[in-house]
């Protein structure tokens, strides 16, 4: 029998799954930021779940080269991508392009979970820079943890983000509903 050669021939020290309560996490903007990708595996593609609370919304703002994916789990979302609108409810799958405006609003009473899925890690990077480490698997204290809108410009810029505008409002999200 002969041995088949693996490109990963000291996989043994790296995990090969991971579960909520053993990955890491931030509070990250007012949400709870998962790492989904098992300790010593390869950083791409990017696996990042995400709770949103009932309201939550980051501010308007566009990757540059980042292709911004997620697949709802749970809750409902709005999407606003450049002039276009999408209502997410679990089991919708949301591509954004890279250099395009987007943002969303968690519309529904229970927090919004997301699974993210990015080619790169550097939306990763972005929530290890802007977010505080945690081992709670629980959303942060509203208004905690959360940085200027100076620093969050700053630190979005070093990591292929633009932030160009305001959260999504709430009665901007019922007008952009009653459109779509």
């Keep these: 029998m002969s041995k088949i050669d693996h490109p990963l021939q000291d ?10 309560e053993s990955s890491q996490a931030w509070w990250f903007l007012g949400t709870l930021a998962v ?25 308007r703002h566009i990757h540059d080269t980042l292709d911004d994916n997620f697949l709802l789990l749970e809750g ?46 550097e939306f990763l990077g972005f929530i290890e820079a802007a977010g505080t480490p945690t081992r709670e698997r629980r959303l942060p204290p509203v208004g905690e943890h959360d940085v200027s809108r100076d620093v969050l ?4 810029a070093e990591h292929d983000v633009r932030i160009i505008g305001a959260p999504l409002a ?3 999200t019922q007008k952009l509903v009653e459109s779509a």
């Design 76 to 121: 409902e979302v709005v999407v606003r991508c450049g002039e276009r609108t999408i209502i997410a409810r679990p089991g919708t799958y949301v591509t954004l392009p890279h250099g395009v405006d987007h943002t969303f609003r968690v519309t529904s009473a229970l927090p919004a979970r997301m699974l993210l899925l990015h080619a790169s890690d």
């Design 170 to 172: 709430e009665d901007e």
């Design 35 to 59: 790492l989904r990708n098992p300790r010593g595996a390869p950083p791409c593609p990017t696996i990042i779940e995400l709770t949103v609370p009932p309201g939550g919304s980051p501010p």
């Design 11 to 20: 996989f043994g020290a790296r995990d090969l799954s991971t579960e909520p």
């Design 153 to 156: 410009i700053r630190l979005a």
